[in-house]
Nanobody, 121 residues
Framework: QVQLVESGGGLVQPGGSLRLSCAAS????????MAWYRQAPGKRRELVAK???????DYADSVKGRFTISRDNAKNTLYLQMSSLEPEDTAVYYC???????????????WGQGTQVTVSS
């Protein structure tokens, strides 16, 4: 079965760093892109970053310059390196696969459990 398992979250002080990992079943990495989402309490789930099968990346304005998305196809693993963390980054972080249709991307995999990131002093 297709699975996405996020890990690496935790409690970190403002200005600190974390690296999140997303382990996926093999075939899901054949999707057009992989992405990280996050959802804070009371907020809608939002796209944080994505990376295409060719390695092109895109970031939400709120994390640009602070987060780096990458992928290791040999390990079927997606990463999110997070630095200069702010309290506003506190959320549950999820990964997923994206399928491109026309000029838009659509979810192409199941939601996992996510991993909690808490930024607080």
């Amino acid at each position: 079965q297709v699975q996405l398992v996020e890990s690496g979250g935790g409690l970190v002080q403002p200005g600190g760093s974390l690296r999140l990992s997303c382990a996926a079943s093999g075939s899901i990495f054949r999707s057009d892109a992989m992405a990280w989402y996050r959802q804070a309490p009371g907020k809608r789930r939002e796209l944080v970053a994505k990376i295409t099968s060719g390695g092109s990346t895109d970031y939400a304005d709120s994390v640009k310059g602070r987060f780096t998305i990458s992928r290791d196809n040999a390990k079927n693993t997606l990463y999110l390196q997070m630095s200069s963390l702010e309290p506003e980054d506190t959320a549950v972080y999820y990964c997923n696969a994206l399928r491109r249709s026309g000029g838009s991307y659509y979810l192409d995999g199941p939601w996992g459990q996510g991993t909690q990131v808490t930024v607080s002093s």
